[in-house]
């Protein structure tokens, strides 16, 4: 039986080597990328199984990335299912079930990447789901990545992912604005989390000019295609 073939698309080497792993294990064929620019590249190659992406994968917006993949399927590239990755390990108030996924099938937290992220795959692509293992040592060597990604970035950096987890779990209010000024109100106190969240983080925030979680909000929104600053 063919393998289905998967597309890791990941910043973190020790992610993608792990996710790689787990996949392989339970019967999958994983190809690791490491930015939007490499997993589009791949995409346009040929047909695949599945896209496993991080929501802030540096390159193309995977909020955008995940309509680009949709349109390849229309010309019999792209792949069958995308799964979004949530970034943040650390536990914050804006985290809650997401509504809407952005054109994405399913979504994984991080450090649920072992135990839960094959059997995403298998529902989405509507295979039989096996007992398999439970991964838990790829879950602990994953929540530390998790965190230490946060760690290891510049402010602005780790203000877009920061943001892409926020705005991963607000897909309802998000989409039912048309501007960024209306979105940065629907989403007040998770902003105020999310900022919250870089100054324990940032090993800056003393001299980060200005406000780097609005401007990674603003430079999301006109993404998604909503003009305007963030009040």
């Keep these: 039986m063919t393998r289905p073939a998967v597309i890791v698309a990941h910043d973190r080497p ?16 994983p190809t690791p990328a490491s930015d939007a620019a490499a997993a589009l ?61 952005y054109g994405a099938d399913d979504y994984v937290e991080i450090h649920h990447l072992g135990d839960r992220l094959p059997d995403k795959l298998r529902r989405a692509l509507g295979i039989e789901a096996t007992s398999g293992e439970m ?54 106190e998770d902003l105020t989390a999310a900022r919250e969240l870089f100054a324990s983080v940032s090993r800056s925030r003393s001299s980060a000019p200005g406000d780097p979680i609005g401007r990674a909000f603003a430079d999301l929104m006109a993404a998604l295609g909503r003009a305007g600053s963030p009040p």
């Excluded at 020790?14 to 064929?29: N, T």
């Excluded at 992406?53 to 917006?61: F, M, R, T, W």
């Design 14 to 29: 020790a992610v993608r080597q792990i996710v790689a792993r787990v996949l392989s294990r339970e019967g999958f064929d």
């Design 41 to 101: 590249a791949l995409l346009a190659q040929r047909p695949w199984a599945g896209l496993v992406l991080d929501v802030a994968l540096p390159g193309v917006p995977a909020f955008e990335l995940c309509d680009r993949t949709r349109e390849l399927r229309a010309v019999g590239l792209g792949s069958r299912c995308i799964i979004l990755v949530a970034s943040v390990y650390r536990s914050t108030s804006y985290k809650r079930l997401p509504t809407r996924l």
């Design 135 to 188: 991964h838990l040592d790829a879950g602990e060597e994953l929540r530390v990545i998790g965190d230490g990604r946060m760690d290891e970035h510049g402010d602005d950096e780790l203000a877009k992912i920061i943001v892409a987890d926020v705005v991963l779990y607000n897909g309802d209010r998000i989409l039912g604005t048309t501007d960024a000024a209306t979105a940065a109100r629907s989403l007040a």
